[in-house]
């Protein structure tokens, strides 16, 4: 079965540079969501889209800005990248005419690294 | 807002046993879901399993099971039969609905000693 593909997987990028990570979503998917994992941290949530609109937000930057595309895919942009921004970003996909569960299914990671 | 907790940082089990792990939740929600999801070394989040709160009934998926205890906000984690393969971050979460994030709790890291 297709899974959430992610990409890159690895990122390495100076502090002040700007980064670009990418999301595919499991086909017929509606529902991208958007997590940052710290080192020895639970996952925390920073956005997500249904049908391309916005739906919720948590606890993004104001550096950080994210869209989804007609194509479902997901992009998440993070200007000014700072030491702290380094973590594991998480992409996960739902569907939510799938009954009531609406199971997310999570992509590998982008591991990104700021020096 | 909603919380999950989970009280044990760290837990060991036996190849062949058995072993709980524990998570407490609070949300002011009538209806929700929770799940628990395992992160092994490679740090890929896999679903483990599933519960409608509206569902009475434990949900289970071959040696994992769960205890749904809704009015004390309990969602225990049962692993039967440990495997090598089970060592990993597992870690508890709840979202209010159709749609909504996933709110997760710290971790338990288990490992599994054969």
């Known amino acids: 079965a297709a899974g959430v593909i992610q990409s890159p997987r690895h990122l390495i990028k100076e502090k002040r540079e700007t980064a670009t990570l990418k999301c595919y979503p499991i086909p017929r998917h509606d529902t991208v969501y958007w997590y940052q994992q710290g080192p020895g941290q639970d996952p925390q949530f920073l956005i997500s889209f249904y049908e391309k609109m916005q739906s919720d937000k948590g606890s993004i930057p104001d550096r950080f800005s994210a869209q989804q595309f007609s194509d479902y895919h997901s992009e998440l942009n993070m200007s000014s990248l700072e030491l702290g921004d380094s973590a594991l970003y998480f992409c996960?996909?739902?569907?939510?005419?799938?009954?009531?569960?609406?199971?997310?299914?999570f992509g590998p990671g982008t591991r990104l690294t700021v020096l | 807002a909603q919380t999950v907790t989970q009280s044990q940082p760290e837990m060991s089990v036996q190849e062949a046993e058995t072993v709980t792990l524990s998570c407490t939740y609070d949300?002011?929600?009538?209806?929700?879901?929770l799940f628990w999801y395992k992160q092994p070394p490679s740090r890929q989040m896999i679903l483990v399993i599933r519960?409608?709160?509206?569902?009475?009934q434990n949900a289970t998926e071959n040696r994992f099971s769960v205890n749904f205890q809704k009015a004390a906000k309990s969602f225990s984690l049962k692993i039967s039969d440990s495997q090598l393969g089970d060592t990993a971050m597992y870690f508890c979460a709840l979202k209010k609905s159709s749609g909504d994030k996933l709110t997760f709790g710290t971790g338990t890291r288990l490992a599994v000693r054969p």
């Open positions: 996960a996909s739902s569907n939510g005419l799938a009954g009531n569960t609406d199971t997310q299914y």
């Open positions: 519960q409608e709160a509206y569902k009475q």
């Open positions: 949300t002011s929600e009538n209806n929700y879901y």
